[in-house]
């Protein structure tokens, strides 16, 4: 019994073990190339590198390696039955895959998405002042086309 849990070990969980690691180093590479990407892309623009960027990938780490663990056990756990980590390489491939689609982006893009979002941000703070401006103006143009029409008569 010692000898064939002693042979599982070796030739089961040894085998998914180093694939999860080998996961880990790929994911990590992934997000190292993103970051560096990204710093790069800052600098083209002329932004400030701050720890508030750098926080982002760290804040994306926790989301990447949480569900990781979690699928790891799984995998672990499904050793007996499934002779790879299928679970662990499926998420590692989405979070390469994710890497690879943040890299690619364009730094215009990236530069119009963050005027956007200022844009909207400025909508958001002012929408009392712009509704108020909105309704000035409906009401000025019905005033308006009843002058016309009292006119017309």
Not at 51 to 57: C, E, L, V
Not at 104 to 113: A, D
Request: hydrophobic share 45%; charged share 25%; proline share 2%.
């Amino acid at each position: 019994m010692e000898k064939a849990i002693i042979d599982f070990i070796e030739n089961h969980m040894m085998n998914h073990i180093i694939l999860i690691a080998l996961c880990v180093a790929a994911t990590i590479g992934a997000m190292t190339v993103d970051l560096v990407s990204g710093v790069q892309k800052a600098k083209q623009r002329g932004e400030a590198r701050t720890s508030t960027g750098y926080k982002k990938t760290a804040t994306k780490a926790k989301k990447y390696f949480t569900p990781f663990l979690t699928l790891c056990f799984i995998d672990i756990l499904c050793c007996v039955v499934i002779p790879i980590p299928v679970f662990s390489m499926l998420w590692t491939a989405y979070c390469i895959f994710c890497e690879f689609v943040s890299v690619r982006e364009k730094s215009w893009q990236k530069e119009e998405l963050r005027k956007a979002e200022k844009t909207m941000r400025v909508i958001i703070d002012n929408k009392d002042e712009i509704a108020k401006m909105a309704a000035e103006l409906l009401f000025q143009r019905e005033n308006e086309n009843n002058t016309v029409k009292k006119e017309e008569k």
